[in-house]
């Protein structure tokens, strides 16, 4: 292969690679979502609406580690919030995050049984 053929394959897989702001957002997702307790309230948050106490209940986390994770996973976009008298209710923030909670784990599922992935 010539130094020429390299350049123009490097040029066009260059291209094709996302701008920088999508990635930089992407690697913020999967960073928030690297932590144990932040992965377990995103498969929470999945299902729809629960308030810091439920979440707290359910993971066994403390209420004020639970309040910073979800402010971190607001701040990343990962989650959204709604007042509902003085409770504040939070969800995952879309189709996308849940589908890439339930796809994290999938995989994480066919990792530990050995069973091949989907084609």
Same mark, same amino acid.
């Given at each position: 292969m010539y130094a020429r053929d390299n350049d123009a394959t490097a040029s066009?897989?260059?291209?094709? &690679? *996302?701008? @920088? @702001?999508r990635i930089d957002a992407a690697v913020t997702a999967l960073r928030m979502l690297a932590d144990g307790t932040r992965l377990r309230l995103?498969? &929470? &948050?999945?299902?729809?609406?629960h308030d810091v106490s439920s979440l707290a209940a359910a993971t066994g986390a403390a209420r004020?580690?639970? =309040?910073? /994770?979800?402010?971190?996973l607001l701040l990343a976009g990962l989650v959204r919030t709604r007042r509902d %008298?003085?409770?504040a209710l939070y969800t995952? =923030?879309?189709? /996308?995050?849940?589908r890439l909670v339930i796809e994290v784990l999938s995989a994480a599922? /066919?990792? &530990? =049984? %050995?069973? *091949?992935? /989907?084609?």
């Open positions: 066009h897989e260059q291209q094709a &690679l *996302p701008d @920088a @702001a995103m498969w &929470l &948050l999945r299902e729809g609406e004020p580690a639970v =309040s910073q /994770h979800l402010a971190k %008298g003085r409770r995952a =923030s879309g189709g /996308h995050v849940r599922d /066919h990792h &530990l =049984s %050995g069973e *091949p992935d /989907h084609a």
